[in-house]
């Protein structure tokens, strides 16, 4: 097989990726592991306000919609359920259905893997009943299937305060919710608000001490200041924050920086979004973790310059559009993590100029 650019990953940036680059002429295939399209934005039932101008506010799983839909209407392969497996002396790409190899050859690659949840660990805290904030989310909007009727959250970022807010109005009683830091950790105050009107409580500068159970969680000790608060929960959802998946660029030999803003290791990359190797671009929380309208926007950065890469547009085209989505980018990111968007530019910067960079990793 095959194609001019391989995506691999159709979450929301991998779906941008492809629609640029499909509109522009160019034989495209999308590699994903799941049986859908749209990533996370499946089980989102949320509204996101904060998405580049040519969408509207939207919930997530209507975004996952209509851009699985703006996908189908074009010639792109969309091998779901699929995986890469290799890279290979001969330039081929080993894709797998779990069953059998097949060799892919592509001139350019998008890696959009998107990222992958954080656990913070507590004695007991692999006991049934403790899971993930996004395992959460994914139970109780894609399986429909409640994770149980009293919760405490360990963390207090937006994620956390849309899963809480969920959970609240589909009956489960939330305990508390629970923040090592002074203060909630969520940048929208209005929705930290909603939390303290519905009554539930807010532990800041508190940890979970440990969790106790027989077969599955049934209490927890928080440790709140001088206290020691005893909770019945058969829920304890944690908010650990997220991490780029990186696999795909240790095979490819890309080299990294640490940027603890955008989630701690990720590939270097210039304005283009394309990585130290020629062939290899990069999109979405695979280019630093942020928000949603953040990843659709670097979706259509590194589709427009792998086109152009590729003969599809002139250079003067992709430079004015990705000028003009680096504005829109920084706009979107400024308003919700404004240190996300500083180390993404000095990210930038310390790969463009070899001095710094050399400099910054010494």
């Known amino acids: 097989m095959e194609t001019d650019v391989l995506i691999i990953g159709a979450g929301p940036s991998g779906l941008t990726a492809a629609l640029e680059t499909a509109s522009r002429g160019l034989d495209v295939t999308i590699v994903e592991e799941s049986f859908s399209m749209g990533g996370q934005l499946i089980q989102q039932t949320q509204l996101i306000q904060s998405l580049p101008s040519s969408y509207q506010p939207m919930r997530g799983f209507e975004l996952a919609g209509l851009l699985t ?133 807010v532990y800041v500068n508190s940890s979970i001490k440990e969790a106790r159970g027989i077969g599955k969680v049934e209490e927890i000790d928080i440790e709140h200041g001088e206290q020691i608060l005893t909770v019945s929960v058969d829920v304890v959802c944690i908010d650990g924050g997220r991490s780029p998946i990186l696999d795909v660029f240790y095979q490819l030999g890309c080299s990294f920086s640490y940027q603890k803003e955008l989630g701690g290791w990720i590939p270097q990359y210039n304005k283009s979004l394309q990585t130290d190797r020629e062939d290899v671009f990069l999109a979405g929380n695979a280019a630093g973790v942020s928000s949603q309208g953040v990843l659709l926007t670097t979706g259509m950065i590194a589709g427009v310059n792998v086109s152009e890469s590729l003969g599809a547009i002139r250079k003067q085209e992709a430079d004015i559009e990705t000028t003009s989505l680096w504005r829109e980018l920084e706009i979107l990111e400024t308003k919700l993590h404004p240190d996300a968007w500083k180390a993404r530019m000095h990210h930038v910067e310390n790969y463009e100029h070899p001095v710094l960079k050399d400099q910054f990793i010494s």
């Open 69 to 201: 839909k703006q996908v189908e209407d074009y010639s792109i392969r969309c091998l779901l359920g699929h995986r890469v497996i290799g890279f290979y002396k001969d330039g081929s790409v080993g894709i797998t259905d779990e069953v059998n190899v097949i060799p892919l050859k592509a001139k350019k690659i998008i890696v959009a893997t998107g990222a992958a949840e954080n656990a913070l660990a507590f004695p007991k805290w692999t006991l049934p009943g403790v899971m993930t904030i996004g395992a959460v989310q994914t139970l109780i909007n894609r399986d429909f299937v409640l994770p149980g009727k009293h919760a405490v959250i360990l963390g207090s970022s937006d994620f956390a305060m849309d899963v809480a807010l969920q959970l609240s109005e589909l009956g489960v009683q939330i305990k508390g919710i629970v923040e090592k830091t002074p203060s909630l950790t969520a940048r929208d105050t209005e929705k930290g608000e909603e939390v303290r009107k519905k009554g539930i409580p």
